[in-house]
């Protein structure tokens, strides 16, 4: 069964607005504070293969990594990020820190093997990248016994506290760094945005995951491995539905629903800024309270504005 210890950090500046987002995704008895992670409770996702489009697996686990959350980006119309060789190098030698200490964290400890820097943007700046301007950066990490980096980009998006970070909108390039021994595989991908934002997407705008007409969805998350819970009390749930604007924006919902194809709307718990304070203010989510069926298309329909700008979306998916 493979492990997972998986964490997320985002650091925004435009003029004085600054935005810091964290969370961590821990295995089953893992806390992401040092500990060494513990056997994953629950299957894992795992990403599909010979989709229109997808990439074909290169064995390189950052390579495949950088290429799996680009397609998956494209998928949902957002601009494909650049690979800066300078965010590798910061990427490369946390996921290196990671693997000399056995521990899974955004912090380096000052005197440890492979220290390169106590915080992103130490690391950032010591690999020659230096955040100026208008800018956003943040970094997700993962850690599991698969070396697949289709694997650690597909967990990362599943896991929907780290997806807003993925599919932030402004973001231009990001950096991707490995790590293994025999059994375990480090992944640290940091993104970023310098000297002004990325395209994002329109004004009034958002973009959906999953994709209009996306096939093979996995029909759960295990909610008890996220860590803030994004649905307390339960462990299996279905599989996080999300809308994304662009980081400086301010979304409202006004309703957001789903719904097996000729069935009535699912239960589910919402993750907005007014009513869960570990969601950004620019994306929101749904989150189904029962695990999804198989082979069945669902029908979403989500309202609300984007910097007061009504926004409507309605759209389908199938899962695998």
């Known amino acids: 069964m493979n492990m997972r210890l998986t964490k997320m950090r985002i650091e925004t500046e435009a003029a004085v607005a600054a935005l810091m987002l964290a969370a961590m995704l821990a295995g089953c008895g893992g806390d ?29 686990t950052a390579a ?38 056995n521990t899974v964290s955004h912090d380096q400890v000052r005197g440890n093997a492979g ?27 993962s850690g599991a016994g698969d070396r697949s980096g289709f694997f650690h980009a597909e967990e990362l998006i599943t896991a ?32 970023a ?16 995951y999953p994709a209009s007409g996306q096939a093979a969805v996995p029909v759960n998350f295990m909610s008890d491995s996220e860590s803030p819970d994004p649905v307390p009390n339960l462990n299996e749930v279905g599989y996080p539905i999300s809308v994304h604007a662009n980081i400086s924006s301010v979304l409202a919902v006004t309703g957001f629903t789903v719904r097996p194809r000729g069935g009535a709307d699912l239960p589910v718990r919402l993750l907005a800024k007014a009513v869960d304070t570990h ?12 695990r999804l069926n198989s082979g069945t298309t669902y029908d979403v329909s989500f309202s609300g504005t984007v910097d007061s700008v009504p926004v409507t979306r309605n759209w389908s998916f199938t899962t695998q």
């Open 193 to 208: 945005a310098s000297n002004g934002y990325g395209p994002g997407v329109a004004r009034g705008s958002v973009a959906t």
């Open 160 to 191: 929907i506290y780290h997806r807003f970070l993925v599919f932030e909108p402004v973001f231009r390039e990001m950096g991707v760094g490995s790590a293994s021994t025999a059994s375990y595989t480090w992944f640290t991908t940091n993104f």
């Open 32 to 60: 992401g504070g040092g500990r060494t992670p513990l056997a994953t409770e629950g299957a894992s996702p795992v990403a599909p293969v010979g989709q229109q489009g997808a990439p074909t697996a290169s064995g390189d």
């Open 115 to 141: 220290f390169t820097g106590v915080k992103l943007r130490d690391r950032l700046v010591a690999a020659g990248y230096t955040p100026a301007g208008q800018y956003a950066f943040g970094e997700v990490i």
């Open 279 to 290: 969601t950004p203010e620019s994306a929101a989510a749904i989150v189904p309270l029962a």
């Open 64 to 101: 495949d990594g950088f290429a799996w959350f680009n397609y998956r980006r494209g998928q949902i119309g957002l601009a494909a990020l650049t690979r800066n060789s300078l965010i590798d190098t910061a990427a490369a030698g946390h996921s290196n820190y990671l693997r000399l200490n």
